[in-house]
């Protein structure tokens, strides 16, 4: 495993970070909890050292999922990445849309960040993970109804106090950000990106790039559509998010599929999966710090630790982006 520096500070994550959405099971259609704690387990023993969870995740399923899953573990040698500014227990802030959690039961989700909010989520998100501090603290989506100013001041009592060492956003775009870094110093962004959604390229990742800010890519593998192991017609199992997800239209599956096998020569080059030669071509591309990977089990996190064994060459890199660009998905 590689690690890289965040930001303007001490702290290094692995490039491929074990992402715990899947792991709480909340829209993806329930979770096995031991199939997770041994997927981070096993992805820790190859040096995936740095999680990221959240509350939301199965409405707080995932963070106790982790705690578990690290027991053990010196705290120094992992890195706990969450965030706040979710809520399903209270009807307060921006209304995000409406879910059910893994028992079937209605919930509202609300983007909240006021200070309070935040002062009660960490306390909760602490007791969760079983550890008495956050490596890397994150808003979750910007929310309207509160100031960026409250929300990064909250943040910054939280690591004045020693229950956060760092802070970051998640889904804010550049002025969002610059208002942000007013307030405390803000060392990264958490954004969707992949192959197949790129729009960060524009405005995001030029200012990080100029402003020495990490971009930590959720979703580089696009919920499993990279991978190759989708086929059109594919059924999704109940409360699978992915159904209503346009990339998985059977147009489209066709479609990124004809491009996976148009690069599989350069993965069977390297005795590498479709899904880990799409972790390592997005790692190359400029701004991006790390890639976050979600596993529902041991193999798919093994698989996506073991990518970063291998490296693309220049024009390998060059091949792919060249096919990517004939890639043309439907709306």
């Known amino acids: 495993m590689k690690y890289r520096k965040i930001g303007n500070t001490d702290l ?13 099971g909340w829209m993806w ?22 999680i990221d969870t959240a509350p939301i995740y199965g409405q707080g399923a995932s963070e106790e999922i982790v705690g578990e899953a690290i027991k053990g573990i010196p705290r120094d040698q992992i890195q ?18 409406k879910s059910k959690k893994n028992n079937g039961v209605d919930i509202d989700i609300y983007k909240y960040a006021g200070k309070e909010s935040i002062k009660k989520e960490c306390e909760d998100s602490l007791k969760r993970l079983g550890t008495d501090y956050i490596d890397l603290y994150q808003i979750h989506w910007p929310d309207s109804t509160t100031p960026i100013e409250e929300s990064m ?8 106090e020693g229950k956060v060492l760092y802070a970051g956003v998640c889904n804010y775009d550049a002025s969002q950000m610059e208002e942000a870094e007013k307030y405390l110093n803000v060392v990264s962004d958490q954004v969707p990106y992949s192959m ?12 990080c790039l100029q402003h020495k800010k990490s971009i930590l890519a959720y979703s580089p593998l696009e919920r499993g559509l990279l991978t190759g192991k989708i086929q059109a017609g594919h059924q999704f199992a109940e409360g699978d998010h992915r159904q209503s997800v346009s990339f998985f239209k059977d147009e489209n599956i066709k479609r990124t599929n004809a ?27 400029p701004g991006i710090t790390i890639a976050l990977a979600g596993a529902r089990n ?3 996190a093994v698989q996506n630790a073991k990518a970063i064994d291998k490296k693309l060459t220049i024009e390998e890199i060059k091949i792919i982006s060249d096919n990517l660009d004939k890639l043309q998905l439907v709306a």
């Open 259 to 285: 491009f996976l096998q148009a690069i599989k020569p350069i993965a069977d080059s390297h005795q590498l999966s479709l899904g880990q030669i799409v972790l390592l071509w997005t790692l190359e591309q």
């Open 153 to 160: 001041e909250a943040v910054a009592k939280l690591i004045d």
């Open 29 to 50: 259609g329930g979770t096995e909890k031991k199939d997770a704690i041994d997927a981070i387990r096993d992805s820790f023993s190859l040096g995936v050292t740095s």
């Open 12 to 24: 290094h994550l692995s490039e491929v970070t074990f992402g715990a959405w899947a792991a709480g």
């Open 80 to 97: 706990i990445l969450t965030k706040y500014g979710m809520r399903w227990d209270l009807k307060k802030g921006d209304f995000a849309f």
């Open 298 to 300: 041991s193999e798919q």
């Open 196 to 207: 197949v959604k790129r729009s960060i390229e524009t405005e995001l990742i030029p200012y």
